[in-house]
């Protein structure tokens, strides 16, 4: 998932809720992300994400949520004048901040500014490239590609794949 991909966005709410459905007992769901090159600023929300990653994992998907949520802020043109400062300093406080606190921003600024966080983010495209992936979003269940559905997945579709697999276990 590329957290500043319309099609990443539209993606992720049926998926969530097939994931709710079976409950995380019997279905994990692991989001790698994978910045686009073609979506400004995308590299900077990945990274964001595997800063706040390491200061609470919980707080990755209400993250990724926010980021969804308010895409249009920061997906292309409303950042093409704006310095990379900027545009970081921008998501620290209206994205970061509501999900991890105002007290943890200091833990989260020197976390993005670690070299730790840039090469999260540079791996998690290296590892989308080197499985295939060539847009968002991408699925794998258990470690299989899903090439052959029609895309995007419904709620319905979700279930109807899963299903099998689950009852199984």
């Given at each position: 998932f590329d957290?500043?991909?319309?099609?990443?966005?539209?993606?992720?709410?049926p998926l969530r809720r097939a994931a709710d459905h079976f409950g995380a007992r019997r279905v994990a769901v692991v989001v790698h992300l994978f910045p686009l090159p073609y979506h400004s600023s995308s590299f900077i929300a990945c990274r964001s994400i595997h800063t706040v990653h390491k200061?609470?994992?919980?707080a990755v998907y209400p993250l990724l949520e926010k980021?969804?949520?308010y895409q249009e802020s920061y997906y292309n043109t409303p950042t093409y004048t704006k310095t990379r400062a900027a545009v970081v300093a921008k998501i620290a406080n209206n994205l970061v901040a509501p999900v991890i606190g105002e007290a943890n921003l200091a833990a989260y600024r020197a976390g993005f500014?670690?070299?730790r966080s840039d090469q999260a983010a540079r791996i998690s495209f290296k590892f989308?490239?080197?499985r295939g992936v060539t847009?968002?979003?991408?699925?794998?269940?258990n470690g299989i590609p899903l090439g052959d559905l029609d895309f995007p997945l419904d709620y319905d579709k979700w279930v109807s794949t899963l299903d099998p697999l689950v009852g199984k276990m």
């Open positions: 957290p500043l991909c319309p099609d990443s966005r539209d993606a992720w709410p200061l609470n994992a919980s980021f969804f949520k500014n670690d070299s989308g490239c080197a847009g968002t979003p991408y699925y794998f269940v």
